[in-house]
């Protein structure tokens, strides 16, 4: 998913000898990618336990991936600074003492019964899960081949996704294992097990999170403890890194294929993030079977563990045969044909239909990250920034289905996110070959 964010600090070279045995190093960091892709997973579970909670409409409850996803607009820049003053490793460790805090604060969140204080959190939460990824991700791109680091990413991205497809099930267990109750039915009850439920509800997010801001400690002891190879001097930054064109473009803005591609993953985090953030409320409309919140959160972590299939099977075989901008475009026009098919049909086929959109997810990010920087020479550090910015589709688009459900009902409103498939299939096909010679800017 959306997890995994571009490299938004230019990755220096290895001291390490090209003969190193990055294992140990890749083990490391692929345990950061499954714990944020886990803790982002939450959300879609946390989403309808606060909109029954806090009686939310659909826009309302769109807020918790906005919240959440404002973070990557916010934070990246400031993040990318972290790391330059105290380095990779320790940015690592900030990171996660961050994410640990925000995690904490869902706490008295849940002890106020408080939307505003979960969104505070949800903040707090993503803000350290953006330094994470902008600390993480430069490792992943000098432990290995320069030609091989899209693949090498997508491979990370699908542990990413294992933890994604674990989250929801998680979520089930704990969160969502009480029914919760609407204002009209805890008015019906007397105060005394009215109380009583309340603090059921608090306890149902406190403990989970409490365990979670441990782990994240527990990690950041690790990750202080371990001997990550130290990386310095000049930048590697893969192809995309090479002297080309620069006396012709004065900055990353200049690249019509990279403002193309920050478009791309503005829209794909956004349908993406949407699609998981709405499907638990989807599965319980009466025309899907009309599923519990429990039950919907396990078919929910099937969405994601086809993404983790995807990126298995394109990191290890579809991107390594085909061209990546045509296997993209052929992979949105197959979304757009899935959300199509849910939209027209009832039941197992409209349930099984959508799930499938996170197969074919599967390969977007990273694809769509590596076109956008090709032949960026000395500005790809710069437009790996506006890549990570753009993650804050996840923001915007969630919200604005919400806003369409609220007037058409949910199963039109995935035409939202239809429409940014749309953009990505286009994008593969005719948006991403480099200007030849873009104007200066």
């Not at 409850?61 to 959440?68: M, R």
């Not at 294929?257 to 993953?265: D, F, K, R």
């Not at 197992?348 to 956008?372: C, E, R, Y």
Request: net charge positive; charged share 10%.
């Amino acid at each position: 998913m959306a997890g995994s964010a571009p490299v938004a600090v230019s990755p220096p070279a290895s001291a390490v000898g090209k003969n190193a045995n990055y294992l140990a190093p890749l083990s490391v960091l692929t345990s950061l990618f499954f714990m944020w892709g886990f803790l982002t997973s939450l959300n879609d579970v946390l989403s309808p336990h606060l909109q029954a909670l806090f009686d939310l409409n659909y826009f309302q409850a769109g807020l918790i991936q906005t919240a959440f996803f404002l973070a990557y607009f916010v934070v990246s820049t400031p993040s990318g600074r972290v790391v330059e003053k105290f380095g990779y490793k320790n940015g690592i460790i900030i990171g996660l003492i961050v994410a640990g805090i925000g995690c904490l604060i869902f706490y008295p969140a849940a002890g106020l019964r408080s939307f505003n204080v979960f969104l505070v959190a949800l903040f707090v939460l993503a803000s350290g899960i953006t330094l994470l990824q902008v600390a993480a991700n430069p490792f992943v791109a000098v432990l290995g081949k320069p030609e091989t680091a899209s693949a090498r990413l997508t491979l990370t991205q699908a542990f990413n996704s294992l933890a994604t497809y674990l989250g929801p099930k998680f979520g089930a267990a704990f969160i969502l294992a009480t029914v919760v109750k609407s204002a009209t039915e805890i008015k019906q009850m007397t105060p005394q097990a009215a109380e009583a439920y309340r603090v059921t509800e608090a306890s149902s997010v406190q403990n989970p999170y409490l365990g979670l801001a441990a782990t994240l400690g527990v990690l950041a002891v690790a990750i202080a403890m371990s001997k990550l190879p130290r990386i310095q001097g000049a930048n590697v930054e893969g192809a995309a890194a090479q002297e080309t064109d620069d006396a012709t473009h004065a900055s990353a803005w200049s690249y019509r294929h990279l403002v193309l591609g920050a478009a791309a993953i503005f829209l794909y985090v956004g349908g993406e993030v949407t699609i998981g953030n709405f499907l638990v409320r989807y599965f319980k409309q009466p025309e899907l079977g009309g599923l519990p919140e429990t039950v919907g959160a396990n078919y929910l972590a099937n969405y994601w563990g086809c993404a983790m299939v995807g990126r298995f099977l394109g990191s290890l075989l579809t991107l390594r045969l085909f061209k990546p901008r045509k296997v993209l475009a052929a992979h949105a026009f197959l979304v757009v044909a899935l959300i199509l098919t849910t939209m027209a049909s009832t039941g197992k086929v409209a349930m099984w239909s959508i799930i499938l959109v996170g197969l074919f997810n599967s390969i977007m990010f990273p694809t769509i990250f590596t076109l956008a920087i090709d032949g960026l020479g000395k500005h790809t550090r710069q437009g790996s920034e506006i890549l990570c910015m753009a993650i804050v589709g996840g923001a915007i688009i969630s919200p604005l289905q919400g806003l369409v459900a609220d007037r058409i009902g949910i199963h039109y409103s995935f035409v939202v996110p239809a429409i940014c498939y749309l953009y990505i299939a286009w994008y593969g096909l005719r948006g991403h070959p480099p200007a030849v010679k873009a104007p200066a800017v």
